[in-house]
């Protein structure tokens, strides 16, 4: 049986390899996609040295997330569809969300942000493929919604991220990541504190990096298939 530890190290050295050929060379970090995954494998990642997880799933990830709340280095990012009734605990319990995608979601967690906590690191999702499948506001709209986050007393505006259409043109792929790559640059001459262009996973995560992804969203091979 392949151990975690095993999957980890392997995820690390495609990373590495992709990052080596790519035409923009900076570290990759990878998240750790952990949702529907068990606390014993999330210990098991933590212990080979991951730091950084990524959960969907309010309720369940509350729950790891309160589980592992004296582990100060670990870092947890929200990364799934944010519905407005849900955006309370994301924001009391979350260091990064990955997935704002219009201006009400942004205004209530910056407003449910508790004081004293760190502000919340966040990234605008993009549809940069135009999937009504996916969530993401369109490219025409980072700009207004940049404006509002950077804006906000307890929101930090750190870059974007997408989830594109499932393909296995590698190609189309690549085009798609590379519009994002554009519109990244565009963001960060505005915005210099913007560090961050999420995306890829396990099928794509060569193209991703190729098109200068910073970090990769890597679940299943990890953690294996879902239960």
């Known amino acids: ?78 990364i799934g569809p944010i519905q407005s009734n849900k955006s309370r605990p994301i924001a009391e319990h979350f260091h990064w969300v990955q997935s ?56 930090t505006l750190r870059g974007l991220m997408t989830i594109t259409e499932l393909t296995d043109d590698k190609n189309k792929q690549l085009n798609y990541f590379q519009q994002m790559r554009q519109c990244f640059d565009t963001l960060r001459a505005q915005y210099p504190e913007v560090d961050t262009l999420s995306m890829g996973m396990s099928g794509d995560l060569e193209q991703a990096v190729q098109a200068g992804s910073t970090m990769v969203r890597i679940g299943t091979d990890i953690f294996g298939q879902r239960q």
């Open 100 to 155: 704002v995608d219009r201006e009400k979601i942004a205004k209530r967690l910056d407003e449910q942000r508790p004081l004293g906590m760190p502000a919340l690191q966040v990234l605008i999702q993009v549809n940069i493929s135009s999937d009504p499948a996916k969530s993401g506001c369109m490219p025409d709209e980072i700009a207004s919604l940049a404006k509002l986050i950077a804006s906000a007393e307890k929101l």
């Open 1 to 78: 049986m392949v151990t975690i530890a095993e999957r980890l190290n392997s995820a690390y050295q495609r990373l590495q390899d992709a990052a080596e050929k790519s035409s923009y060379p900076h570290p990759v970090r990878l998240l750790a996609v952990s949702k529907t995954k068990p606390i014993e494998s999330i210990q098991a990642a933590y212990d080979y040295g991951q730091r950084c997880f990524g959960e969907s799933y309010v309720q369940e990830a509350i729950e790891k997330v309160q589980y592992f709340a004296n582990t100060p280095d670990m870092e947890w990012h929200f």
